[in-house]
Structure formats: structure tokens, C-alpha cells
């Protein structure tokens, strides 16, 4: 996995509108990330295309069932060749085993298999709601220490987290566990839904492996340039 790229999140509804997005980029090595929204609109011929340009893949479906079905699914989901998968860690030890083994079983010989991290808590979750709404009572840092102990545990390669969870995670797992983090806004943009948001500086000086974002290039009036910006920033490379 490219940790110098930051992983473009592709909120788009088509193929086509990706496609479009993505044209003013030319042959830039990218990572990308296509989400639900995306994958349920196009399927696997979304990743055929995206691959065909050669970005590498983060597919973003945060499973969370049964161990059985997610087992099944993760293999289906190593043969379309994407690079990073997840899972949901409310889901529980067995079933991350069980993807795990499912990533493992899917993966042709003599390949790598799909890295797999786990979702601790959405960055758009606030304390409050993990309290009152999802009734968990330990406090959320605790609540995502503890469920990415669990992942590191269950064979995982790291969890989705907010950047601001990123040193207290290191302090409890293996330096090689990765911490990859959504919630990136650049100090002038609005956070939108997201509740735990952070400059991609702010990301790389608390330890983030990885960061994700999406509107703040999507939404930009020149993507190239909003992506461009953000990519010196999570580099080190001053302006
Ligand atoms: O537009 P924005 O930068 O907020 O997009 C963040 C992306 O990261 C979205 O695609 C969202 O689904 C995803 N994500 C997240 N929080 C998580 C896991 C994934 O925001 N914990």
C-alpha cells in the first residue's frame, strides 16, 4: 500500500461522473476509494475500469454480519484484485477472523492478499451519540483503542480511525498496524457531516499511516489543484 498518496474518497453516483472527475488527473498515479454509493450503482465493473486506469483500490463497504457471510463475501471480494477492503470491529473477533481467512481463500496463488482494516468508530460519531444513541458508556477514545486491539488481535492490518486517535491507538499496537483516517478537511473548507475532522499536516505530525479525502477534493472548484495542495501537505512539503 502507496502511504504517500492520500486515498481520494469517490463519492460519485456513475461511472461516467467518476470517470469525468477523475480525466483532469491524466495518467497521475493515484489511490482511490469507492464506496457504497458507487459500488452499488456499478458493481464490479467499476473496479475493472478504475484498475484498467491503474489506481490502486480501496473498497470501502465496511462489512458487519453474521462470520459465515462475511467469510463468503470477502472472498468474492479478493477475486475482483483491489488493493485495501474493511470490515466493521462492532462485528466482533470471529468475524474478523473470518474475513481475514475469507480475504486468504479468495486471493489466486502467488498474489497478494487485500489489506483489511477495520472500522472503530465513523468519524461522523460525536461522544454524545456513542453514549445516549449507541449506548456505549466507556468514553470513545477507550471504545476505539480497544475495539483496534481487537482487530490487531483478530489478524487485521490496521483500522479506520480519527487522526486524533491515531497516538493512543500506537501506544496499545505494533507500529506496522495501520491507522488510516477520513475526516481530513484543509483549515478553510467546512467539516460537513464529519465530527472529528483534521488538516492533512495535522494528520501526518499525530501519526495517521494513511488519509482519506473526499469532498475537500470533490467539492473543490479545481480538484486537481485542492488534490495537489493536499498531497504536499500530508508529504511534509511546505508551500
Ligand atoms: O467527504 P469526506 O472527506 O468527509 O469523505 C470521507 C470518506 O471516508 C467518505 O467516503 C466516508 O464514507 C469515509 N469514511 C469516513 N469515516 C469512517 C470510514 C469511512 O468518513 N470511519
Request: with cysteine.
Amino acid at each position: 500500500m502507496n502511504r504517500n498518496l492520500p486515498i481520494i474518497a469517490l463519492d460519485f453516483a456513475t461511472a461516467e461522473e467518476t470517470l469525468a472527475f477523475l480525466q483532469p488527473f491524466h495518467n497521475e498515479q493515484l489511490f482511490v476509494k469507492v464506496g457504497m454509493e458507487l459500488f452499488y450503482q456499478e458493481g464490479p465493473r467499476i473496479i475493472k475500469l478504475l484498475k484498467e486506469r491503474n489506481c490502486e483500490l480501496f473498497l470501502d463497504l465496511k462489512l458487519h454480519d453474521i462470520p459465515t457471510t462475511v467469510n463468503k463475501a470477502m472472498k468474492r471480494l479478493a477475486g475482483l484484485g483491489v488493493d485495501l477492503v474493511n470490515v466493521h470491529a462492532a462485528g466482533g473477533k470471529k468475524m474478523m477472523e473470518a474475513a481475514v481467512e475469507g480475504l486468504e481463500e479468495g486471493t489466486a496463488s502467488g498474489k497478494k492478499r487485500p489489506s483489511l482494516i477495520a472500522v472503530t468508530q465513523l468519524t461522523s460519531t460525536s461522544e454524545h451519540m456513542l453514549k445516549e444513541e449507541l449506548w456505549i458508556k466507556n468514553p470513545l477514545l477507550e471504545t476505539v483503542v480497544h475495539y483496534s486491539k481487537q482487530a490487531e488481535e483478530s489478524g487485521l492490518d490496521g483500522v479506520v480511525c480519527s487522526v486524533h486517535e491515531a497516538g493512543a491507538i500506537y501506544e496499545q499496537v505494533s507500529p506496522s498496524f495501520l491507522t488510516v483516517t477520513p475526516g481530513i478537511r484543509l483549515s478553510e473548507d467546512a467539516a460537513n457531516d464529519q465530527v472529528r475532522v483534521a488538516t492533512p499536516a495535522v494528520a501526518r505530525e499525530k501519526g495517521s499511516s494513511a488519509i482519506v479525502v473526499g469532498r475537500s477534493i470533490t467539492k473543490a472548484d479545481n480538484p486537481v489543484k485542492a488534490y495537489e495542495t493536499i498531497r504536499l501537505e500530508w508529504e511534509g512539503i511546505s508551500q
